[in-house]
Structure formats: structure tokens, C-alpha cells
């Protein structure tokens, strides 16, 4: 990995670079490859006093998608990948209700959670992806990762309010049942940190869980303690994962 004296503009236009083909399904190891010959080009522009339109033209967005273009989507990796992140929210999202009240969910609920993960997801992707290729102010940055905060809402509100309208067997466990699932989830989420060698799968369930029950002291309505601490819960998630992807990129390094 190189590690050459860029300039701010540059550091940050590959840093985008790397969120924007990572957004778009490619693999890791040809995203680093091209990070790593783009970042070589840029310092020999700057050592001549050249811009970064020099290399990349006018028009960042066309230059991204050109580059996206020439790549190839990593079936595979995202294969691999999509039921890991599913089962990983699904394993939160269990551990939170467990904390709550205990493991107790309606077949239509088991159907919808991964079918919304998805939807989410997909979301996000599309998030980073279109912020990482625009010029956006942090107002607008944050506009963004609030209406998918808002869809994230959305979606599990209306997945919990679903089995009202729609009949459907229900399963629930007793006090050993919820210990032993919790426990699976606990392992499940420790494994997925240990395998990705990050702490993602960790802090998600810490900002599913700590929020709610922090509100909980607070006087207000159950209804509104629900709308806050979800609002803070998805605002946390989104700015952590743009945060951690910016984080880890090669170039925020040096």
C-alpha cells in the first residue's frame, strides 16, 4: 500500500473513491489496487502543480462511474457477505428484544426481518454511494443519512404494527429458551468481530440497545420514547458505518 504526501483534496477524493466502489459491490482487493495506482498518479500531477481535475476531469460522479464501470461485481464476496450482515442485525435485533421482554415474534416478523435487512441495506449502499460522489455539505451529508435513519424507522415500525393486520402463528420461549438464544447471539456477534477484525458487530447491538434504555428513564410516553430512541439508534448506526468506512481507508492513514 503506498503511503505518498497528497494533498487534502486528493486524500479526500480517494477516500470517497474507495466508499463509492465498495458501495457498488466490488472487491476489496481490486478497489486497493486502484486506489493504490490513482494515488501514484495524483502525487506525480501535484509534483508538477497539477490539479486533481487534471487526472480525474471535471466531473467526479462520471469519473467514479467509469471506474465502477470497468469492474466486475463481487458475487461471491456479497454472497458471502449479505447473509453474515442479515443474520448479524437479525442477532441484535434478538438480543435487544431479549433485554426487553424476551424472544417472542410472529412468523410474518421471522419473514420480515431479513427481507427489511435487505431493504436496508440496499439503502445505504445507494447513501454512500451518492455521497461519495458528490460535493455535499455536512448539512446535506446528514440529510441524507437522516431519511435513511427515517426508512430504517419506517420499516421496523411498520414490521412491528404488520402482525396486527395479518394472522400468524406465534413463537415464543420460556426463561432457558430466551438464555440460550441470547447466548447464541452474544457468541454469533463476538465470532463476526473476531472474523472481520472489527468491533462493528459489537457497537450496532450497544447503540440497539443503550439508547432505548436510556430514554426509558425519562418521563415521556412510551410512544414517544419509541420514536426517540429509535431516531437516535439509526442516526448512531448510519453515522458510525460512514465513519468507520472513511476510518479505515487507506489515505485517513497517513
Request: charged content about 15%; hydrophobic content about 45%; proline content about 4%.
Amino acid at each position: 500500500m503506498n503511503q505518498l504526501p497528497l494533498s487534502k483534496k486528493s486524500q479526500t477524493f480517494i477516500e470517497n473513491l474507495r466508499v463509492y466502489l465498495f458501495s457498488c459491490g466490488k472487491k476489496t482487493n481490486e478497489i486497493d489496487e486502484i486506489t493504490d495506482e490513482l494515488e501514484v498518479h495524483l502525487y506525480e500531477a501535484e509534483k508538477e502543480n497539477k490539479s486533481v481535475e487534471h487526472i480525474i476531469g471535471n466531473s467526479p460522479k462520471e469519473y467514479m462511474e467509469q471506474i465502477s464501470g470497468e469492474m466486475s461485481f463481487d458475487v461471491r464476496g456479497w454472497a458471502k457477505y449479505v447473509p453474515i450482515i442479515i443474520l448479524g442485525a437479525f442477532s441484535g435485533i434478538v438480543l435487544k428484544d431479549i433485554v426487553f421482554g424476551g424472544f417472542q415474534y410472529s412468523l410474518v416478523e421471522l419473514i420480515g426481518y431479513p427481507l427489511v435487512c435487505i431493504v436496508l441495506l440496499l439503502a445505504y449502499m445507494w447513501t454512500f454511494r451518492h455521497i461519495s460522489s458528490h460535493n455535499f455539505s455536512k448539512a446535506k451529508e446528514f440529510f441524507f443519512f437522516g431519511s435513511a435513519s427515517f426508512l430504517s424507522m419506517a420499516l421496523f415500525l411498520g414490521l412491528m404494527f404488520l402482525p396486527n393486520y395479518i394472522d400468524s402463528p406465534i413463537i415464543m420461549l420460556g426463561y432457558y429458551g430466551n438464555l440460550i438464544v441470547a447466548s447464541l447471539a452474544i457468541t454469533f456477534l463476538i465470532g463476526i468481530s473476531i472474523w472481520s477484525k472489527t468491533i462493528v458487530s459489537i457497537v450496532l447491538p450497544f447503540f440497539y440497545i443503550v439508547p432505548e434504555y436510556l430514554v426509558g428513564f425519562t418521563v415521556l410516553s412510551a410512544g414517544n420514547q419509541l420514536w426517540i430512541s429509535s431516531i437516535i439508534m439509526y442516526a448512531l448506526i448510519g453515522a458510525y458505518l460512514f465513519f468507520e468506512i472513511k476510518r479505515t481507508s487507506p489515505s485517513s492513514e497517513k
